[in-house]
C-alpha cells in the first residue's frame, strides 16, 4: 500500500483526502439529486447518508435496492478516490440484510481492505439510524491514469 500513502503525515493524507471529496462532490450531481450528504472522508474511508424519500420506495413500500446500492456506490467512489488518484469502480456486489423504509436516515460507511498497484478492494456497511444493518456492499477499484485535483 506504501504507493497509494505517499504522504509525510496523517494530517497531510487527510486534508488531501477532503480536498479530492469537496472537488468531486461539486460535480456529483447524481449524489446531490439523491439528497445524499457527504458526512466525513479521509485515506481510504468514506461516509455519506440519505435519507429515504417516498419517491424511493418499491410496489412493497420499502426502499428500493438500487437506490441502497447508489449510495453505497458513491460512498465506494469517495473511499477509492480519496488519495487523489484516479480510480473507477472494476466490479461490485451487494448484500440486502434488511428493508430500509420512508424517513429511515441511511448511513453507508466504506473501509479500504486492501490496496496494491492499481486494484483495490472496499467494504461498504449501510445502516439506518438505529445503527441495525441495511446492507453489506464490495468494491474492486481499478487506479487509471491522472489525478483529481491539480496538487499546488
Partial sequence: MGEHHPFRSPMEAAALARRVAD???ANDHASQALGMRLVDVGPGTAHLAMRVRRDMLNGHEICHGGF??????STFAYAC?????????????????????EGDELNARAHERSASGRTGVYDIEVTNQRGE????????????????????
Fill in 68 to 73: 441502497i446500492f447508489t449510495l453505497a456506490d
Fill in 23 to 25: 472537488h468531486m462532490w
Fill in 133 to 152: 444493518k441495511i446492507a453489506l456492499f464490495r468494491g474492486k477499484s481499478y487506479r487509471i491514469k491522472g489525478h483529481v485535483i491539480e496538487e499546488a
Fill in 81 to 101: 478516490n480519496s488519495y487523489n488518484l484516479v480510480t473507477v469502480a472494476s466490479g461490485c456486489g451487494i448484500d440486502f440484510i434488511a428493508p430500509a423504509r
